[in-house]
């Protein structure tokens, strides 16, 4: 399997964008190359979601709507598989424990910096991203069901068993996916 895949920053303007784009693409290839899948990634130049997606609260600025800003990106006029990543944290109000977003079959995912935690360390939350992305992007190449927490596989749900959500679950979590889930996605058994 060859995916070409661009790395898009949609309404993504940290102070140190382009440090962290190059790590999430850094360790993203590696990981995707541990599971057998080759990839080209290509960071692109930043896009900005609709404004009318976007709505300041008080303690942080938000997607209304997940599903459309994923339509967005989907319907950028770019190949391949869209993985985009925004700065804002997606609808909090409906879904607080959103990280990520994609859809089965969909070559579009995209991911929230503002749910990957407050770390000082760059390379942590760029770790936490990839995995994120290895997450939705099983999605988007068709699994949809999770496992449950603590199983070794990229597929795991990032809130545990007992309901608890936060970023540093994400740490705990592989980037591997399991046989079954290789055989789902038609990837070489290893
Ligand atoms: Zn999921
Ligand atoms: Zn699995």
């Avoid at 962290?20 to 693409?25: P, Q, R, T, V, Y």
């Avoid at 000082?120 to 927490?149: F, P, Q, S, V, Y």
Wanted: aromatic share 6%; hydrophobic share 35%; charged share 30%.
């Amino acid at each position: 399997m060859r995916l070409k895949i661009s790395l898009i920053p949609a309404s993504f303007s940290i102070e140190n964008r382009d440090a962290a784009l190059g790590k999430i693409a850094d360790y993203l290839e590696t990981y995707l190359q541990e599971n057998g899948i080759e990839a080209n990634i290509e960071i692109k130049e930043e896009v900005k979601l609709p404004t009318g997606l976007i709505k300041k609260l008080k303690h942080s600025t938000v997607i209304t709507d997940d599903e459309s800003a994923l339509e967005f990106i989907e319907g950028l006029q770019i190949d391949g598989q869209k993985f985009a990543i925004t700065q804002y944290k997606m609808s909090d109000e409906v879904s607080p424990k959103v990280i990520g977003i994609s859809s089965p079959g969909r070559p579009a995912l995209l991911i929230s910096w503002e749910s990957l935690g407050k770390e000082n360390d760059l390379d942590k939350i760029c770790i936490r991203a990839a995995k994120e992305i290895m997450h939705e992007l099983g999605h988007n190449l068709g699994i949809i069901e999770h496992h449950t927490w603590g199983y070794e596989c990229a597929m795991v749900e990032t809130e545990d068993n007992l309901g608890n959500f936060s970023p540093e679950n994400i740490d705990k979590k592989t980037y591997k996916f399991c046989q079954d889930c290789r055989e789902k996605l038609k990837i070489p058994q290893q």
